[in-house]
């Protein structure tokens, strides 16, 4: 139990931490953010919280898989938490709250780097265990 409890606490710290860093910016920096009202980098603008919610639904059933087969749960926490904090957003601002722009590339924020990051890990994880098998 003390393991899933730190899950639930490292889930907690990260929605937390994003949503609280994306407030900060639209009280303090509120012309350095922009709102993306669509998904995929702004490219698609429909039923957005309809798809976010049939996402989350897919990432409970692949975070309820993970569970069975007790693999690492680093991948679904980071997704998950990235997903309901842009969810959050497109709930209460209309869109996704984002801060981060290097320039080159659209703006985004930490929940998008989560999920990334889960993505990625999920990635090496299955390629460590194809390579072992």
Not at 29 to 45: D, K, V
Not at 46 to 55: A, D, E, G, K, R
Not at 81 to 100: H, K, P, Q, T, W
Request: with cysteine; charged share 10%.
């Amino acid at each position: 139990m003390a393991n899933k409890s730190k899950y639930l606490i490292l889930a907690f710290f990260l929605l937390a931490f994003d949503q609280i860093i994306k407030n900060i910016c639209l009280i303090k920096y509120p012309n350095q953010i922009s709102i993306n009202y669509g998904i995929f980098f702004g490219q698609i603008t429909n039923n957005f919280i309809v798809i976010s919610l049939l996402l989350l639904g897919f990432i409970i059933l692949i975070y309820l898989f993970i569970k069975y087969y007790k693999q690492n749960y680093l991948p679904i926490i980071l997704i998950s938490c990235g997903a309901l904090s842009n969810l959050a957003d497109r709930i209460f601002y209309g869109g996704v709250v984002d801060y981060i722009n290097i320039g080159f590339w659209s703006r985004f924020n930490l929940a998008d780097v989560y999920i990334f990051a889960g993505v990625f890990i999920y990635l090496i994880d299955v390629l460590r265990k194809q390579k072992t098998s």
